[in-house]
């Protein structure tokens, strides 16, 4: 889907956002806001939408910003219905995108930002191999870091 935002799109992000980060920055964003990370990249962007259905107008359940890279997709910001946590939405959107970045014959997917120590981002070290970014230099990361 093209980098545009919807409302369907906003409102799922509200909800996410409320119930994953209340409080956080993310917690006053306004669709204006909301617009803005959609269509403020510098590089050719797109929305993965997940829709709970074939139809077009089935319920969106998920969402990924996405860009697209010369080697790979950076997921700049995933969220999706909450209240559907033993479907594991998240971690469907990462395979997926690793599943189309190999269809594409792009060798990596970037998932973002990584602080070591975070409960909220150490999902990400469930992806082998993972590599982190220290300085220039990208190295793998060691099961025991």
Known sequence: VAPTATREQYNLLKSYVKSRHDGGGMSEMTYRDYSAMVG??????????????????????????????RDGFSMVYTFFDAEQEARSLGHFLILDHIRHAQDLGLPHVYLGYWVKGSPKMDYKRRYKPLEVLEGDRWRLLRDDE
Do not use: K, M, N, W
């Open 40 to 69: 403020g990249s510098p590089v050719q962007s797109h929305i993965f939408e997940y829709r709970d259905g074939p139809e077009e107008d089935a319920p969106l359940v998920a969402a990924s910003i996405t860009d697209v890279l």
